[in-house]
């Protein structure tokens, strides 16, 4: 008696045999027609809706994602040593990926693991502050600067890494590393010491996309050298160019000991001698 479809939805039937007991078959018969007509209404009613609703939402989802799968692009990384000899620059670049704006207002910082084979210098690193050359500081305490490789321990440096003023999207990082001496060996006389991969840990002051790309998990660090706040920075995953960096590092053999002892003793003895002829001959002496 009464079909209702009202703001896109199907009511229930609802046919009313007033007078009679017992339906008659015309009014069976009329029941089933209305259920039929309700059906194809309401499908019709569905398929109408979805074709005003359903493509505009699949379009806003689809650029929805499509702009983040834009600020998603890959982080990359480049390791690389300057100069010859015992005393090396290690050159970090961090290359963020094209399209990514607002850099300027995130902060980067750089958790270099040195090896045993390597030691910075705190008193250069304070020095190259002090001359604004690069920001950094060591983490690890009680380093011993002169003790060889087979006596020393992994330390730790924070570097805070620049704008590269040549790329809008990069960040570059400077930091000096020295030789340690190491034990002679009996055949090769050259050993190899692996720079590993660092921490790449971001701090941004307001909410930045990147950050719910790559970060995958939050390490507390200074903000800055000149204080002593600490801020929650978000460890990066990055690609890295290069998987480390190798460095070969000259070292003596065993079978020159004797020649080397008895050199440096002579050596000691004849400049030793030569002070003391010069001190007496040349020297002024009072009682």
Not at 67 to 92: M, P, W, Y
Not at 169 to 191: I, M, N, W
Request: charged residues 20%; proline residues 4%.
């Amino acid at each position: 008696r009464a079909v209702g479809a009202a703001g896109g939805q199907c009511t229930p039937l609802a046919v009313s045999t007033a007078g009679s007991t017992r339906p008659s078959r015309a009014s069976g018969v009329l029941a089933a027609w209305v259920a039929a007509v309700r059906a194809v209404a309401c499908l019709l009613l569905g398929a109408a809706t979805w074709l005003t609703r359903g493509p505009a939402a699949a379009f806003t989802a689809a650029s929805s994602d499509a702009g983040i799968r834009a600020t998603c692009s890959e982080i990359t990384l480049r390791q690389e040593v300057l100069k010859d000899g015992f005393h090396r620059d290690l050159l970090i670049k961090v290359k963020f990926g094209e399209g990514i704006a607002d850099l300027q207002r995130c902060r980067l910082l750089i958790k270099q693991y040195i090896p045993t084979g390597l030691f910075v210098d705190p008193y250069e690193l304070a020095s190259l502050r002090e001359r604004n050359i690069t920001e950094a500081m060591m983490v690890s305490e009680n380093f011993d600067i002169e003790a060889p490789n087979y006596l020393s321990k992994e330390s730790e440096v924070l570097i805070y890494a620049r704008q590269d003023s040549q790329c809008i999207d990069c960040f570059q990082a400077f930091l000096p590393v020295h030789y340690r001496y190491h034990r002679p060996h009996s055949k090769d006389g050259e050993t190899f010491t692996v720079v590993s991969n660092p921490d790449l840990l971001m701090y941004c002051d307001q909410e930045f996309p990147i950050l719910k790309c790559w970060a995958h998990s939050e390490v507390a660090a200074p903000c800055a050298l000149e204080n002593q706040d600490i801020c929650h920075w978000n460890k990066m995953k990055y690609k890295s160019v290069y998987k480390n960096v190798t460095l070969q590092v000259p070292v003596g053999l065993t079978i020159h000991t004797t020649l080397v002892c008895s050199v440096t003793l002579l050596i000691t003895i004849l400049c030793s001698t030569l002070i003391l002829v010069t001190v007496f001959k040349y020297g002024h002496f009072s009682l």
